[in-house]
């Protein structure tokens, strides 16, 4: 396996775990990479370099980002991404990762693609209907936030630095991982 291929790999787990944060955010950064010259994409995904993608993804970026800080309207943003962040995450995935077999490629990406974006997206759709129960949805443009925050510190790490990207996926994954293992109820020992 390839630097390239290995770096290409690393930038499509990067923006899908991205994706789990905020779906069109990483699509506009892969955008304006590939429009710029910054990244190469594969040759059926060139589109997403174009003047009418860049411009059609900036704007979904700047409403997705603005409709989180409202509260309710966040959760109904969420009920929709879930299975949108499933899509982008294999698609963006699909787009970056350059010289597998188109088998292993797919598999990676729905896999490793579609899976991060959607275990992010779920523990963060819960983590808001959690805090929109508690305090009424007054501390969801915190959460909305820290989620656009992370989600732009990982997407600049995917596209400058794919190995730190990767290393802050699993970070994520890890802190993820561990907050559901707290909050799970304790199985009765009598079953």
Sequence with gaps: MTTETMSSI???IGLAASVGFRVFL???ALSLAAYFGTWELNDSWQWIGSLA????LG??????IFGYFIPWVDNLLDSIAI???AIAGTAIMV???AGLDPIITWSLAIIAGGGTATAIKGAGATGRLASTATTGGLANPVLAT???????????ASIFAPILAAVLVIIILVIIFRIYRKLRPERS???
């Design 10 to 12: 690393f930038l499509g």
């Design 26 to 28: 990483p699509l506009f």
């Design 53 to 56: 993608a860049l411009l059609t």
């Design 59 to 64: 704007v979904a970026t700047g409403t997705e």
């Design 83 to 85: 299975p949108l962040a």
């Design 95 to 97: 787009s970056t990762v």
């Design 146 to 156: 820290v989620e656009t925050g992370t989600a732009i510190v990982v997407t600049a």
């Design 189 to 191: 020992m009598h079953t």
